[in-house]
């Protein structure tokens, strides 16, 4: 497994590239990370990954961004990074980390699940309702958002 180190973003120094990988619209990102916190995973110097968490309601934070460059995808780096979430959650005492996930993206339900999230709900015609353009993954469209949490 690759060795990183995870360390909190300056608003200034947010690499949207990144970010855009998880999430098409640059709206809801804009959104986002003006409310949340950024986290980036590095190798040396570099950035290797993101993910970025919101406060949703009194004890209760969700990833709402999380993202691997490319190239470093399948070598662990994103599963390090929701256990980083879930202890950092864990220590500012929140009792449910959150997260939604498309329909299609199998690679992303099984992280999250072998990570100890359960699915909670499906929110259905969620991507139909709230982006414009199609996304296919897997050969799926990707109509509706899982929702899954984890109590802390
Ligand atoms: N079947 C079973 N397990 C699978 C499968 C599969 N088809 N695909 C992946 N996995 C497992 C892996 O085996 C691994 O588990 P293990 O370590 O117990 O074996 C786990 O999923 C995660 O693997 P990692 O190597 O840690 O994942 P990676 O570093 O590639 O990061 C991520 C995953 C973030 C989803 C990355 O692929 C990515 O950036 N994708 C594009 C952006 C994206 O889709 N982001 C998430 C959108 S949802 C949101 O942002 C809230």
Excluded: W
């Excluded at 098409?24 to 986002?32: G, Q, V």
């Excluded at 599963?79 to 959650?89: E, F, P, S, T, W």
């Amino acid at each position: 497994m690759v060795d990183i180190s995870i360390k909190e973003l300056d608003y200034e120094s947010i690499p949207y590239n990144l970010l855009l990988l998880a999430d098409d619209s640059k709206d809801a990102i804009e959104d986002y990370i003006s409310r949340g916190r950024c986290y980036g995973a590095y190798i040396n110097q570099n950035i290797v990954g993101i993910y970025v968490l919101l406060k949703t309601r009194s004890f209760t934070i969700e990833i709402v961004n999380i993202a691997v460059k490319k190239e470093y995808q399948n070598q662990g780096i994103g599963k390090k990074m929701v256990l980083d979430a879930i202890n950092r959650a864990k220590l500012e005492n929140f009792k449910v980390l959150e997260v939604g996930t498309g329909n299609c993206g199998i690679c992303q339900l099984a992280l999250y699940q072998k990570c100890g999230f359960r699915i909670t709900h499906v929110d259905r015609d969620f991507f139909n309702k709230h982006y414009e353009e199609k996304i296919i993954e897997n050969g799926i469209e990707c109509v509706d958002m899982i929702r899954l949490s984890i109590d802390l």
